[in-house]
């Protein structure tokens, strides 16, 4: 992995918990070790997508990490959480290994939850339904995953009594990605991947839906990969920010970031949050300078 940036002088950071230290002892909850991701490999079409891409997430005991993923369309950010995922036609990835709490990942599994930017409910479905799914495969009684599943409506931040039977129609965009929060995290996962899940929200909606997200990671100790555009986004989630360089897909800098005491609107308005936005923008603003090819003369 990259390390940091340059050695700047930090942005003061607000009161915050102390992070729970690594236990040199277990197993990464996710770690890269040289993975490159070829298509095409041979043809005159061959694209490689990201290329020796090595990181470690630690596995925090009682707490989780949450690791923002930032960097230009196209840099391998998406192909970075399904190779997690286990999903094709990211995975399996040409060269290097992918481990998931020490394990080689050889497709997807029950200790990985997905959260994607486009609404992904069953139409067919209630939200009940669409909620308690993943219990519904696993062969829990319907009393059972029907009780789990109206207390994860609610906590998601909807009525269980109004919104338990509607259909996904009937619900605006950030009431379906609760429902999409709910049905992934009622599963209790380890790793949790979200890419762009609030990048179609209207901005009001986006803060309310980082809040519920920050609230629910605490609960649930899972770790985080989130892919965001959004500076802002990552700043305000992140307990560091991997950034992306393009053309091939890899690694620039990792940064390591203060956790905000604030409700996102409050903290955006801080400055030390506004510090921090400002350096990841500037260091976007090297990696987008340095990528750029030099004018012949």
Partial sequence: MTASGPQDEQPAAPAAAVASSPDPGRPAAVEFAGVSKVYGAG????????????????????????????????????????????????????????????????????????????????????????????????????????????????????????????????????????????????LRPRVILMDEPFGALDPATRLDMQDLLVRLWREVQATVLFVTHSVEEAVYLGDRVFLMDTTPGRIAEEIRLPTPAAPAREAQSEPWFNDQVTRIHQAIERIEAAAEPIPEP
């Fill in 43 to 186: 043809t005159p079409r061959q694209f490689v997508a990201i290329k020796d891409v090595s990181f470690s997430i630690p596995d925090l005991a009682g707490r989780g990490e949450f690791c923002s993923f930032l960097g230009p369309s196209g840099c391998g950010k998406s192909t970075v959480l399904r190779l997690v995922a286990g999903l094709g036609p990211q995975h399996p990835p040409t060269s290097g290994t992918v481990r998931v709490l020490g394990n080689e990942v050889v497709g997807p599994g029950a200790d990985r939850g997905m959260v994607f930017q486009d609404y992904t409910s069953f139409d067919n479905r209630t939200v009940l339904d669409n909620v308690v799914f993943g219990l519904e495969c696993r062969g829990v009684s319907r009393q059972q995953r029907d009780s789990e599943g109206r207390d994860w409506i609610e906590r998601v931040g909807l009525d269980p009594a109004r919104d338990a039977e509607k259909y996904p129609h009937e619900l605006s965009g950030g009431m379906r990605q609760r429902v999409a929060i709910a049905r992934t995290l009622i």
